[in-house]
T-cell receptor
């Protein structure tokens, strides 16, 4: 089945530094990837929709200059948390939707395992 | 705007008993409905979906869900619970009118299966 790989699975950084999280679709091409943020014991909040070859679409309240998203190829999207602060500490999860007709189905999202960011 | 409600923060079921995790939704067009399961510090795993067709949908690990349009519900069920089913379950909806919008998730329900 479809697999989405996220890297790193966990990262600790100092306040003020930038952290990049990668999301890769391993066995299918993803025109669209989504980035979610999950706070402890809470649901997932959609941060942005990443479309290959175009600018990401951010949800209301999400700072696009803070959370930089790049979807340079059909198998890779990256989320960069710039000038990270302790309040950015969270569990970030990406998901990918295959091209229509792909083996994973056009309507089912495949999720990565998540990346836990801790900002000291 | 679309929304999902999971009214129960936690559901406790004895092993071997049937389980139900409730979900209601609100969406403008025809709903695409999903259930995902999350184990501790892990991403989400797809369980099942309803797009069209039979209202009773069967998914992974023996789970099933029933789409009820009049009640705008999509409750997750399993006839006989296992301890290994203990996890956090999310219901999600997407407007079926198209577009690449991400899913809207419910807040999640902790399912605890007691031996």
């Amino acid at each position: 089945g479809a697999v989405v790989s996220q890297h790193p699975s966990w990262v600790i950084c100092k306040s003020g530094t930038s952290v990049k999280i990668e999301c890769r679709s391993l066995d299918f091409q993803a025109t669209t990837m989504f980035w979610y943020r999950q706070f402890p014991k809470q649901s997932l909040m959609l941060m942005a929709t990443s479309n290959e070859g175009s600018k990401a679409t951010y949800e209301q309240g999400v700072e696009k200059d803070k959370f930089l998203i790049n979807h340079a190829s059909l198998t890779l999207s990256t989320l960069t948390v710039t000038s990270a602060h302790p309040e950015d500490s969270s569990f970030y999860i990406c998901s990918a939707r295959a091209l229509a007709g792909g083996s994973s189905g056009a309507n089912v999202l495949t999720f990565g395992a998540g990346s836990r960011l801790t900002v000291l | 705007a679309q929304s999902v409600a999971q009214p129960e923060d936690q559901v406790n079921v004895a092993e071997g008993n049937p389980l139900t995790v409730k979900c209601t939704y609100s969406v403008s067009g025809n709903p695409y409905l999903f259930w995902y399961v999350q184990y501790p510090n892990r991403g989400l795993q797809f369980l099942l979906k309803y797009i069209t067709g039979d209202n009773l949908v069967k998914g992974s690990y023996g789970f099933e869900a029933e789409f009820n349009k009049s009640q705008t519900s999509f409750h997750l069920k399993k006839p006989s619970a296992l301890v290994s089913d203990s996890a956090l379950y999310f219901c999600a909806v997407r407007d079926g009118r198209g577009g690449a919008d991400g899913l809207t998730f419910g807040k999640g329900t902790h399912l605890i299966i007691q031996p």
